[in-house]
């Protein structure tokens, strides 16, 4: 391709699709952070500049000599701002492929002048919300012209170089400088970033939306498509036809699940105080695998709030999870259940840590722990004596929406599980074997019932006293599961059988009577699980004969 080393700012010269010395252009940005920098290259070069109100304002201030859009337009901004650069005298010198003869031939014709360069960015609708700002506030801040400026620079990169980050404003005045402008395969890469940014900006509009914005009753309609279309009859439609989301990428973490992995931490730019936004407070930084460890555990703990929780770790996988009077008690109750596995483990609590929690985690190696809040003096003693540990303060609860997995050619999308379910109440569960259980005993199996649903399926778990004592997880069979879950029981606490006199919870029906004969031989006194298998009966008649109470939910907590 043949590359220009000069061009005159009018439509008369015909121009290729390689480089392009940068001669006039439009400058329109809400942020002004680093005009500076392309003031300077603006002034030594004599470049023309196009800019819009406030720009222009600031670019003056910096000593460069500015055209107002509204002295092209011919046509005042109005409408509070809504309209000042939505025009054809700007979108033509934007959009006029410069290669084209009939397209320079036109601008001649209109009087209009192209434009070599576009540098915009969009009102921070984002920062609006999160803010809380009102919504008339928030809707004020939907940018109308400057995605338009930057889609249309973006379609014209064979002529045009679209700016829309401050991070590229010193390649800018680079090539303002040097006179050599862009390559086309940097407009390219520069086009590219620029749909990025209009995309990312359109979802944080979708996602506010579809968050305040619900479906009336008056549109809800039922679905004349065949059994396989969207169900449009869904409340509120919480399964959306188009699912629009975007991340903004935080960091490059080390690697991913393993060294070969490439990984990076993404934010919701819509969310503030979870888990992806903790303040680290001490220790190394977070790796792919201390998220995602860190994540299961304090989803954990908060499925049992208001009461205090603590949760240990491992794999994805809780190796421990209890109750206590204080952090500290359901903390060693936590540990107890399976002390080998908690070595290098996640920590999670749902209330502050306290001295006396700090002092039971010391002895203990574990790569993170992540809590609400801290005790000054155990901050303190966690920082001096374990340096290595992360610590994390998160300062709101998991915020429950749809779930994304991703599969070859496409995802799945659901709403996250909950213990909101009608089953999830023992007072909706029903007997099918032995004595109602006393409240000691319901409370345990509650306490079951309820830590199962952050358990790899097949899920078989033994509590007692309102902590887990044994854990069978993640097996492709159930009775595997069940004899995991009695020998982690009875193995790992110094030869005493915790599953003699504890309770169990399954979290999906016992196919055949082997699964609960395994526990019930182990010593289990009640039993709860979904029911709904064809040999429920056979279940049923396996927990009477050995009158061991068993009550059915009618509801499942698989979790793959």
Not at 27 to 40: H, I, N, P
Not at 78 to 89: A, E, I, Q
Not at 244 to 273: C, F, M, V
Not at 298 to 306: G, H, I, N, S
Request: some cysteine.
């Amino acid at each position: 391709m043949q590359q220009i080393h000069a061009q005159e700012s009018s439509a008369d010269v015909l121009i290729t699709t390689g480089k392009r010395s940068i001669k006039r252009v439009l400058v329109s940005v809400f942020c002004k952070e680093g005009l500076e920098t392309l003031a300077d290259a603006f002034k030594k070069c004599g470049t023309q500049v196009v800019s819009t109100g406030s720009t222009a304002a600031k670019l003056q201030e910096l000593g460069v000599k500015v055209t107002e859009v509204s002295d092209i337009t011919g046509f005042p901004e109005s409408l509070d701002g809504r309209v000042k650069t939505l025009d054809p005298h700007i979108h033509a010198g934007i959009l006029a492929d410069m290669s084209n003869p009939d397209h320079v031939k036109q601008l001649k014709e209109l009087n209009i002048e192209p434009f070599d360069a576009v540098v915009v960015n969009l009102y921070p609708f984002v920062n609006t919300v999160m803010s809380g700002g009102s919504e008339a506030q928030i809707i004020e801040k939907i940018d109308i012209g400057g995605p338009s400026m930057v889609r249309a620079a973006a379609k014209n990169h064979k002529s045009v170089a679209v700016i829309t980050d401050h991070a590229d404003y010193n390649i800018l005045a680079q090539r303002v400088l040097s006179g050599e402008g862009f390559s086309l395969e940097e407009r390219e890469y520069l086009a590219h970033k620029a749909f990025e940014h209009t995309a990312s900006y359109d979802a944080a509009i979708c996602q506010w939306t579809s968050e305040v914005w619900s479906i009336p009753e008056s549109m809800k309609t039922k679905s004349e498509e065949d059994a396989n279309s969207v169900d449009k009859t869904s409340e509120d439609l919480i399964i959306p036809t188009d699912y629009t989301r975007t991340w903004k990428l935080n960091r490059k973490l080390r690697y991913g699940e393993n060294p070969h992995q490439q990984a990076g931490l993404y934010l919701d730019p819509l969310h503030k105080g979870g888990l992806a936004q903790a303040e680290l407070l001490g220790g190394k930084p977070m790796s792919y695998n201390n998220y995602v460890d860190a994540d299961a555990a304090w989803r954990a703990v908060w499925d049992f709030a208001p009461q205090i929780a603590v949760a240990v770790c491992k794999h994805n996988n809780p190796c421990g999870l209890a109750i206590g009077a204080t952090a500290a008690i359901a903390h060693k109750k936590a540990h107890a259940c399976d002390p080998v596995s908690a070595y290098g483990g996640v920590i999670a609590c749902n209330s502050t840590v306290t001295l006396e929690m700090a002092e039971s985690v010391r002895p203990i190696f574990t790569e993170v722990i992540v809590a609400p809040d801290y005790e000054p003096e155990a901050l303190e003693l966690l920082r001096t004596k374990k340096k290595n540990l992360r610590i994390l303060k998160v300062a709101n609860p998991p915020v429950l929406g749809l779930q994304v997995h991703p599969i070859d050619g496409g995802a799945l999308v659901q709403s996250a599980d909950k213990i909101d379910d009608f089953g999830d109440n023992p007072q909706n569960w029903t007997l099918v074997s032995g004595e109602a259980a006393d409240t000691d005993t319901l409370r345990d199996l509650e306490f079951a019932w309820r830590s199962l649903r952050c358990v790899k399926s097949n899920a078989i778990l033994l509590a007692h006293d309102n902590a887990t004592v044994g854990i069978g997880m993640g097996q492709v069979n159930r009775v595997d599961s069940c004899h995991l879950a009695v020998e982690r029981a009875n193995t790992l606490a110094d030869g005493v059988e915790r599953a003699r006199g504890a309770v169990a919870a399954s979290d999906a029906f016992f196919p055949f009577a082997d699964g609960p004969q395994i526990l019930i031989d182990a010593g289990v006194r009640a039993i709860v699980q979904p029911g709904g298998s064809i040999r429920d009966e056979e279940v049923f008649e396996a927990a009477r004969a050995a009158g061991v109470t068993m009550y059915t939910t009618g509801t499942r907590h698989f979790f793959h």
